[in-house]
C-alpha cells in the first residue's frame, strides 16, 4: 500500500489549476477573485476586498459556462444571504440601548456573512467549473413522447 504524499496532492491541485487557466481563464479569474475577496473582506483592506468581489461577480455574469441559476445563486444570492442573515442575527440578539448597538452588530454580522459568502461561491463555482458545462435543458415540445 503506498501513502499519499503531500507534495503529491500539491501538485495534483497545481495540475488541475493549470489545466482549468488553459481552459477557461474567465473563470478562473473570477474564482480566484471572489476567493481573494472573501479571505480578505473585513480586514482593514475591506474596500480591497469588495472591490475584488464587485470585478469577480461581474465576470461570473460574463462567463457562459455556467448557468443562468447558478449566477443568480452567487451573485445576488449572496446578498439576499446576508440580508436575511443579518435579519435573523438582529432578532435573535436581545436588545440594545440605541440604534448606534445596532449598527455595529448589522456591521459585524454583515462582514462575516459575506466572508463566508463569498467563499462558499468560490468554492460552489470551482466545483462547477471542474465538472464542466452543462448542456441546456431540452424543451418539452422536443421531448419524446412514451407511450
Known amino acids: 500500500m503506498q501513502l499519499i504524499q503531500p507534495a503529491d496532492v500539491t501538485k495534483g491541485f497545481a495540475t488541475a489549476v493549470a489545466e482549468a ?4 481563464r474567465l473563470e478562473v479569474l473570477a474564482v480566484a477573485l471572489l476567493a481573494i475577496a472573501g479571505l480578505i473582506f473585513p480586514a482593514p483592506i475591506w474596500l480591497v476586498g469588495f472591490l ?13 459556462m455556467w448557468s443562468v441559476g447558478e449566477k443568480w445563486l452567487t451573485v ?25 448597538a445596532y449598527g455595529d452588530e448589522a456591521l459585524t454580522v454583515a462582514a462575516t456573512l ?18 464542466g458545462h ?14
Open 52 to 64: 475584488l468581489w464587485l470585478i469577480g461577480s461581474a465576470l461570473v455574469l460574463s462567463s457562459k
Open 76 to 100: 445576488p444570492g449572496l446578498v439576499v444571504l446576508v440580508i436575511a442573515g443579518i435579519a435573523v442575527a438582529e432578532a435573535l440578539g436581545g436588545k440594545r440601548q440605541d440604534a448606534a
Open 134 to 147: 452543462r448542456a441546456p435543458p431540452m424543451p418539452s415540445w422536443h421531448r419524446r413522447q412514451r407511450r
Open 114 to 131: 459575506f466572508k463566508i459568502a463569498m467563499l462558499l461561491a468560490a468554492v460552489y463555482l470551482g466545483w462547477r467549473m471542474q465538472r
Open 21 to 24: 487557466w488553459r481552459q477557461h
